[in-house]
T-cell receptor, first 113, second 113 residues
Framework: GENVEQHPSTLSVQEGDSAVIKCTYS??????FPWYKQELGKRPQLIID?????GEKKDQRIAVTLNKTAKHFSLHITETQPEDSAVYFC????????????FGKGMKLTVNP | KAGVTQTPRYLIKTRGQQVTLSCSPI?????VSWYQQTPGQGLQFLFE???????NKGNFPGRFSGRQFSNSRSEMNVSTLELGDSALYLC????????????FGAGSRLTVL
Protein backbone atom coordinates (compact mmCIF):
# COMPACT_ATOMS: atom_id res chain seq x y z
CA GLY A 1 0.00 0.00 0.00
CA GLU A 2 0.87 3.66 -0.07
CA ASN A 3 3.64 4.92 2.23
CA VAL A 4 4.25 8.63 2.75
CA GLU A 5 7.51 9.86 4.23
CA GLN A 6 7.84 13.41 5.48
CA HIS A 7 10.97 15.31 6.41
CA PRO A 8 12.24 17.09 8.34
CA SER A 9 10.22 16.23 11.44
CA THR A 10 10.88 19.63 12.98
CA LEU A 11 11.91 22.98 11.55
CA SER A 12 12.58 26.27 13.24
CA VAL A 13 12.83 29.49 11.26
CA GLN A 14 12.93 33.19 11.93
CA GLU A 15 9.91 35.30 11.08
CA GLY A 16 10.11 36.41 7.47
CA ASP A 17 12.17 33.43 6.36
CA SER A 18 10.91 30.76 3.99
CA ALA A 19 10.14 27.18 5.02
CA VAL A 20 10.09 24.07 2.86
CA ILE A 21 8.58 20.72 3.84
CA LYS A 22 9.26 17.70 1.66
CA CYS A 23 7.33 14.48 1.25
CA THR A 24 7.87 11.33 -0.76
CA TYR A 25 5.32 8.69 -1.63
CA SER A 26 5.57 5.12 -2.82
CA UNK A 27 2.46 4.42 -4.90
CA UNK A 28 2.96 5.64 -8.45
CA UNK A 29 -0.82 5.53 -8.93
CA UNK A 30 -1.36 8.28 -6.34
CA UNK A 31 -2.67 11.44 -7.93
CA UNK A 32 -4.02 13.61 -5.13
CA PHE A 33 -1.70 15.34 -2.64
CA PRO A 34 -3.18 17.56 0.08
CA TRP A 35 -1.48 19.40 2.91
CA TYR A 36 -3.08 19.84 6.31
CA LYS A 37 -2.13 22.25 9.07
CA GLN A 38 -2.78 21.42 12.71
CA GLU A 39 -2.33 24.16 15.25
CA LEU A 40 -1.73 23.19 18.86
CA GLY A 41 -4.86 21.68 20.36
CA LYS A 42 -6.88 22.06 17.18
CA ARG A 43 -8.07 19.83 14.37
CA PRO A 44 -6.15 19.36 11.10
CA GLN A 45 -7.35 21.70 8.36
CA LEU A 46 -6.73 21.53 4.64
CA ILE A 47 -4.55 24.42 3.48
CA ILE A 48 -3.75 23.47 -0.10
CA ASP A 49 -3.88 20.46 -2.39
CA UNK A 50 -2.54 19.48 -5.78
CA UNK A 51 -3.45 16.87 -8.35
CA UNK A 52 -1.09 14.98 -10.59
CA UNK A 53 -2.02 16.90 -13.71
CA UNK A 54 -0.53 20.05 -12.20
CA GLY A 55 3.12 20.67 -11.33
CA GLU A 56 2.68 23.64 -9.03
CA LYS A 57 -0.07 25.48 -7.23
CA LYS A 58 0.06 28.71 -5.27
CA ASP A 59 -2.20 30.38 -2.76
CA GLN A 60 -0.86 33.65 -1.38
CA ARG A 61 2.20 32.77 0.74
CA ILE A 62 1.98 29.01 0.28
CA ALA A 63 2.78 26.89 -2.74
CA VAL A 64 3.01 23.20 -3.44
CA THR A 65 5.15 21.53 -6.09
CA LEU A 66 4.86 17.99 -7.38
CA ASN A 67 7.43 15.83 -9.15
CA LYS A 68 5.65 12.65 -10.24
CA THR A 69 8.77 11.14 -11.76
CA ALA A 70 10.64 11.33 -8.47
CA LYS A 71 7.48 10.74 -6.45
CA HIS A 72 7.93 13.69 -4.19
CA PHE A 73 6.04 16.87 -3.41
CA SER A 74 6.85 19.89 -1.30
CA LEU A 75 5.15 22.69 0.57
CA HIS A 76 6.74 26.12 0.42
CA ILE A 77 5.82 28.89 2.85
CA THR A 78 7.24 32.33 2.17
CA GLU A 79 7.46 35.30 4.54
CA THR A 80 6.68 33.10 7.52
CA GLN A 81 4.72 34.55 10.43
CA PRO A 82 4.35 33.33 14.03
CA GLU A 83 0.82 32.13 13.21
CA ASP A 84 2.34 29.70 10.72
CA SER A 85 3.69 27.74 13.72
CA ALA A 86 1.91 24.38 13.61
CA VAL A 87 2.30 20.78 12.59
CA TYR A 88 2.01 20.25 8.86
CA PHE A 89 0.93 16.93 7.39
CA CYS A 90 1.28 15.84 3.80
CA UNK A 91 -0.87 13.07 2.39
CA UNK A 92 -1.36 11.05 -0.76
CA UNK A 93 -4.19 9.16 -2.36
CA UNK A 94 -5.13 7.55 -5.64
CA UNK A 95 -7.96 10.01 -5.71
CA UNK A 96 -11.60 9.30 -6.02
CA UNK A 97 -13.96 8.95 -3.16
CA UNK A 98 -13.20 5.31 -2.56
CA UNK A 99 -9.47 5.70 -2.01
CA UNK A 100 -8.07 6.26 1.46
CA UNK A 101 -5.84 9.19 2.28
CA UNK A 102 -2.46 8.19 3.72
CA PHE A 103 -0.68 10.79 5.84
CA GLY A 104 2.95 11.44 6.62
CA LYS A 105 4.01 11.69 10.26
CA GLY A 106 3.95 15.46 10.29
CA MET A 107 6.44 18.28 10.62
CA LYS A 108 6.43 20.74 13.49
CA LEU A 109 7.21 24.23 12.24
CA THR A 110 8.18 26.90 14.72
CA VAL A 111 8.40 30.49 13.54
CA ASN A 112 10.37 32.62 15.96
CA PRO A 113 9.44 36.32 16.12
CA LYS B 1 -23.50 24.55 8.24
CA ALA B 2 -22.40 22.57 11.26
CA GLY B 3 -18.98 20.95 11.14
CA VAL B 4 -17.96 17.43 12.07
CA THR B 5 -18.98 16.69 15.64
CA GLN B 6 -17.26 14.11 17.80
CA THR B 7 -18.34 12.90 21.21
CA PRO B 8 -17.12 12.51 23.84
CA ARG B 9 -14.24 14.95 23.64
CA TYR B 10 -12.30 13.41 26.52
CA LEU B 11 -12.53 10.10 28.27
CA ILE B 12 -10.51 7.97 30.62
CA LYS B 13 -10.73 4.20 30.68
CA THR B 14 -8.80 1.39 32.29
CA ARG B 15 -7.11 -1.53 30.59
CA GLY B 16 -9.51 -4.23 29.49
CA GLN B 17 -12.50 -1.94 29.18
CA GLN B 18 -14.12 -1.01 25.91
CA VAL B 19 -15.02 2.37 24.48
CA THR B 20 -17.39 3.72 21.84
CA LEU B 21 -16.75 7.00 20.08
CA SER B 22 -19.27 8.85 17.97
CA CYS B 23 -18.95 11.04 14.90
CA SER B 24 -21.60 13.13 13.16
CA PRO B 25 -20.44 14.23 9.70
CA ILE B 26 -21.23 17.44 7.90
CA UNK B 27 -24.75 17.34 6.52
CA UNK B 28 -24.66 15.80 3.06
CA UNK B 29 -21.33 14.07 3.56
CA UNK B 30 -21.65 10.34 3.12
CA UNK B 31 -18.08 9.23 3.78
CA VAL B 32 -16.64 9.05 7.28
CA SER B 33 -13.01 8.16 8.00
CA TRP B 34 -11.36 7.51 11.32
CA TYR B 35 -7.74 8.21 12.20
CA GLN B 36 -5.64 7.58 15.29
CA GLN B 37 -3.20 10.34 16.17
CA THR B 38 -0.30 9.73 18.54
CA PRO B 39 2.86 11.78 19.08
CA GLY B 40 5.46 10.92 16.48
CA GLN B 41 3.18 8.63 14.49
CA GLY B 42 1.08 11.18 12.74
CA LEU B 43 -2.37 10.27 11.51
CA GLN B 44 -2.85 6.56 11.10
CA PHE B 45 -5.83 5.40 9.09
CA LEU B 46 -8.26 3.14 10.91
CA PHE B 47 -11.18 2.70 8.50
CA GLU B 48 -13.61 4.48 6.24
CA UNK B 49 -17.33 4.05 5.88
CA UNK B 50 -19.56 5.01 3.01
CA UNK B 51 -23.29 4.33 2.81
CA UNK B 52 -23.16 2.10 5.90
CA UNK B 53 -20.41 -0.08 4.39
CA UNK B 54 -16.78 -0.29 5.38
CA UNK B 55 -14.95 0.69 2.22
CA ASN B 56 -11.36 0.83 3.45
CA LYS B 57 -9.52 -0.56 6.42
CA GLY B 58 -6.12 0.23 7.91
CA ASN B 59 -3.68 -2.06 9.68
CA PHE B 60 -5.20 -2.13 13.13
CA PRO B 61 -6.14 -5.24 15.14
CA GLY B 62 -9.67 -6.56 15.21
CA ARG B 63 -10.25 -4.88 18.57
CA PHE B 64 -10.91 -1.74 16.54
CA SER B 65 -14.24 -1.76 14.78
CA GLY B 66 -16.74 0.68 13.46
CA ARG B 67 -20.07 1.14 11.83
CA GLN B 68 -22.10 3.73 10.04
CA PHE B 69 -25.78 4.41 10.31
CA SER B 70 -28.29 5.35 7.64
CA ASN B 71 -27.97 9.03 8.60
CA SER B 72 -24.19 8.79 7.96
CA ARG B 73 -23.31 9.10 11.64
CA SER B 74 -20.52 6.74 12.55
CA GLU B 75 -19.24 5.05 15.66
CA MET B 76 -15.99 3.32 16.38
CA ASN B 77 -15.44 0.83 19.14
CA VAL B 78 -12.27 -0.36 20.78
CA SER B 79 -12.54 -3.47 22.91
CA THR B 80 -10.13 -4.83 25.50
CA LEU B 81 -8.31 -1.52 25.79
CA GLU B 82 -4.54 -1.46 26.08
CA LEU B 83 -2.28 1.32 27.34
CA GLY B 84 -1.06 1.87 23.79
CA ASP B 85 -4.57 2.77 22.66
CA SER B 86 -4.23 6.13 24.39
CA ALA B 87 -4.51 8.63 21.56
CA LEU B 88 -6.54 11.30 19.88
CA TYR B 89 -9.13 9.68 17.63
CA LEU B 90 -10.08 11.91 14.75
CA CYS B 91 -13.08 11.51 12.54
CA UNK B 92 -13.27 13.17 9.14
CA UNK B 93 -16.07 13.41 6.63
CA UNK B 94 -16.07 14.04 2.92
CA UNK B 95 -18.68 14.58 0.28
CA UNK B 96 -17.28 11.76 -1.80
CA UNK B 97 -17.50 13.87 -4.93
CA UNK B 98 -14.42 12.25 -6.41
CA UNK B 99 -11.87 13.91 -4.16
CA UNK B 100 -10.58 13.06 -0.74
CA UNK B 101 -11.13 16.51 0.74
CA UNK B 102 -11.48 15.67 4.41
CA UNK B 103 -13.02 17.88 7.07
CA PHE B 104 -11.92 16.80 10.52
CA GLY B 105 -13.72 16.86 13.81
CA ALA B 106 -12.07 18.08 17.00
CA GLY B 107 -11.31 14.53 18.07
CA SER B 108 -11.91 12.32 21.07
CA ARG B 109 -8.94 12.09 23.40
CA LEU B 110 -8.79 8.67 24.99
CA THR B 111 -6.57 7.95 27.96
CA VAL B 112 -6.15 4.35 29.04
CA LEU B 113 -4.86 3.79 32.57
Amino acid sequence: GENVEQHPSTLSVQEGDSAVIKCTYSDSASNYFPWYKQELGKRPQLIIDIRSNVGEKKDQRIAVTLNKTAKHFSLHITETQPEDSAVYFCAASRGGGSEKLVFGKGMKLTVNP
Amino acid sequence: KAGVTQTPRYLIKTRGQQVTLSCSPISGHRSVSWYQQTPGQGLQFLFEYFSETQRNKGNFPGRFSGRQFSNSRSEMNVSTLELGDSALYLCASSHDSGANVLTFGAGSRLTVL
